[in-house]
């Protein structure tokens, strides 16, 4: 064998008989034969596996309903294996059909249906078929996906929305499920709560019920978006999530344990979604476009659209007390379309002691506030499960059901009453009476008479009132976020600050009854050119609880909101603020039914901010505050008036034997 350099040097001397050899050699290499051959070793996966559900006590289809332009929707259908001539209970949802009716698996319809959005003790023991869909452009459904899609109109040109999607769902279901009666109801919490309501726009003729629970509404007025013009901050990860993502797949991320801090170091929301890449999304781009209430939000309203159409379905509306999201809504449907009810049995109405859809879950508590039975429970089966079967069941009895059924806190009572907000029996009156904010931080009936014109706090920008104590969580339900109860949080933790003036009566020697929504009429002025007013009417408890020593002194906020005063003169009509001007504002208050104690007193908070829950106003006026700059984020001194001739107070709906 030659060394390596004799190979080089007789290589050197060979240039044509060298390429003929590599020539040579790239060719037999092309030219191996190929790898070994080994025996094949089937899949233990067969090409299609096929469940084995004989035991099963229901049975599922998997579904894709046509729409009438083609669109196909995913649905699943739970049919108890018992069902004959049964009634369909069907919920449309932006939330995954799959997961929330496969929540658990098993052989039995009631672990499977346990989960979001299912009251699954009546649904279950009652029998029904139980529906749920994909909304248009949601998980396993085709079609774009838009943000509560406005009804055929304006905003909507093309011939489908929500309303004509359950139509079409409806009139499927009932020609091709054999096992119905051919009699469906809606039902739903939240987003699946505004679908009931669209159920309502030109119904179909086998809808015989709808069950809206905390809908969404209108969510400029009073719902997820804005609260009387005040941008709802932290719902911008539930924009983020529900838009960017037929599946909800990309989560809203954050490097802060405190959105306290995450707010705070963007400035404005606007540059926050920047940050986010928000601009992609178009809901949010039709948000910061519309920052005042225009006709994109008023043409989408709910209970506006309702009102204009003719009741033709039985609905009961459920609302809750303390609902941290949708407080609004469904009281807005309830003075929509209740004038509409001729002969009183159409509409009726549950306002229970509750979180944004507790009503499905354990009702005993909220937070720290105990109620001394399962509030939930007992709507479900003295209220729910008699009104669902009187319309579809076959052969029902008629459910004994008052027109409103309202829990009655403090007292800690369900009544059974005639009418709302003048929910009292024969012999009662809702009066309104003015609690007046008075010198010395006092609270009283008698209007004002002193010398002090006003009391002054200054609101800081840079150090916003936070909403509940921080650290502030994020929106969630999972994990141990306590976000459901924020609006039972102790109220201590702000009136001890010194941008936060109070008010506080003396101590209560008789009950004090309250039935409606509170109206705060402030006499406030600014040193700036726009301001937040926010209002809280306030149950303080007793120094010392002894049946629960750590309610001691507790205050349990019983309605509060927020006003941006831009819109001072008109919701649509944002104007500067004259600075240094007592101006009147008012201020609507969330409603109440409510009995403060003998031995407790009531108070009255009164700030400019609640962050980050809503973003901050700049007390700069700029034309959209979605896009305010550092420098427009300036101090004011804030003012609240209570002179004789500029009295502030709260109009109480006052129950009056």
């Not at 790239?26 to 469940?51: G, I, L, R, V, W």
């Not at 936060?500 to 402030?522: C, K, N, Q």
């Not at 509060?560 to 240094?580: T, V």
């Not at 006026?621 to 427009?632: L, M, R």
Request: proline share 8%.
């Amino acid at each position: 064998m030659k060394s390596s350099r004799a190979v080089i040097a007789w290589c050197g001397r060979k240039p044509a008989l060298l390429t003929l050899l590599l020539t040579l050699s790239s060719t037999a290499m092309a030219t191996d034969t190929p790898p070994p051959q080994y025996p094949n070793y089937p899949s233990e996966t067969p090409a299609k596996f096929t469940p084995v559900t004989s035991s099963y006590d229901y049975v599922e289809r998997d579904v894709m309903i046509p729409m009438r332009d083609g669109v196909k929707l995913n649905t699943v259908i739970l049919i108890p294996k018992s069902a004959k001539h049964e009634g369909i209970v069907l919920t449309r949802t932006p939330y995954d059909a799959k997961e929330l009716t496969h929540h658990v698996m098993s052989g039995h319809l009631g672990p499977m249906l346990e989960g979001y959005d299912n009251a699954t003790d009546v649904i279950v023991e009652d029998g029904y078929i139980r529906v749920i869909q994909d909304i248009r452009g949601k998980y396993g459904s085709g079609g774009d996906y838009v943000m509560n899609r406005p009804v055929h109109g304006p905003l909507n040109p093309t011939p489908v929305d929500d309303a004509t999607d359950t139509y079409d769902t409806i009139d499927w279901l009932v020609k091709n499920i054999p096992e119905s009666n051919g009699k469906v109801g809606t039902i739903g919490i939240s987003y699946d709560g505004f679908e009931p309501l669209m159920s309502l726009v030109n119904p179909h003729p086998a809808l015989k019920v709808a069950v809206p629970m905390n809908p969404m509404v209108d969510g400029w007025m009073g719902d997820d978006w804005f609260h009387q013009g005040a941008f709802r901050a932290q719902n911008m990860s539930y924009i983020y999530e529900q838009v960017a993502t037929r599946d909800n797949s990309v989560k809203w991320w954050t490097s802060y344990h405190d959105e306290y801090d995450l707010f705070m170091q963007a400035g404005s929301v606007g540059e926050l979604g920047r940050q986010y890449g928000m601009e992609q999304l178009g809901f949010w781009q039709k948000t910061i476009a519309h920052p005042a209430y225009d006709s994109f939000w008023s043409d989408q309203a709910v209970d506006k659209i309702l009102a204009a159409q003719p009741l033709k379905v039985p609905t009961m509306l459920v609302h809750s007390l303390w609902d941290q999201e949708d407080i609004y809504g469904a009281l807005a449907v309830y003075r929509a379309i209740k004038p509409k009810d001729k002969n009183g049995d159409m509409v009726k109405l549950v306002m229970g002691p509750w979180h944004h859809g507790q009503e499905i879950e354990e009702g005993s508590s909220l937070g720290a506030i105990r109620f001394g039975s399962d509030t939930s429970k007992y709507f479900r089966e003295h209220i729910l499960r008699p009104y669902l079967a009187q319309y579809l069941k076959d052969g029902a009895p008629k459910a004994d059901i008052a027109p409103v059924t309202a829990y009655q806190t403090g007292a800690n009572q369900w009544q059974r009453l005639s009418r709302w907000p003048l929910a009292c029996e024969d012999g009662c009156a809702t009066k309104s009476r003015a609690l007046y904010l008075l010198p010395d931080n006092k609270l009283g009936f008698s209007a004002p008479a002193g010398s002090s014109a006003y009391d002054e706090y200054v609101s800081d920008p840079a150090h916003p009132v936070p909403f509940r104590a921080r650290p502030i969580q994020p929106v969630g339900y999972d994990g141990g976020l306590t976000w459901p109860q924020w609006l039972v949080d102790d109220q201590r933790e702000a009136s001890g600050r010194t941008d936060v003036v109070t008010y506080v009566s003396d101590v209560l020697t008789e009950p004090l009854v309250i039935s409606g929504a509170p109206v705060a009429h402030l006499v406030a002025s600014t040193s700036g050119t726009d301001s937040d007013w926010v209002v809280k009417v306030i149950d303080v408890y007793p120094d010392q609880v002894s049946a629960q020593p750590e309610m001691g002194g507790y205050q349990l906020a019983i309605s509060m909101d927020i006003l941006r005063g831009r819109y001072r003169e008109g919701f649509d009509n944002p104007k500067p603020i004259a600075a240094n001007q007592p101006l009147a504002y008012s201020i609507n208050l969330p409603a109440a039914n409510h009995v403060f104690l003998p031995g407790h007193r009531v108070m009255v908070q009164v700030q400019s901010s609640w962050f980050p829950l809503y973003d901050r106003n700049p007390q700069t006026f700029v034309p959209n505050i979605f896009w305010a700059k550092p420098g427009d984020y300036q101090k004011a001194t804030q003012r609240i008036y209570h002179a004789p001739a500029q009295a502030s107070y709260i109009a109480l709906p006052v129950i009056s034997h």
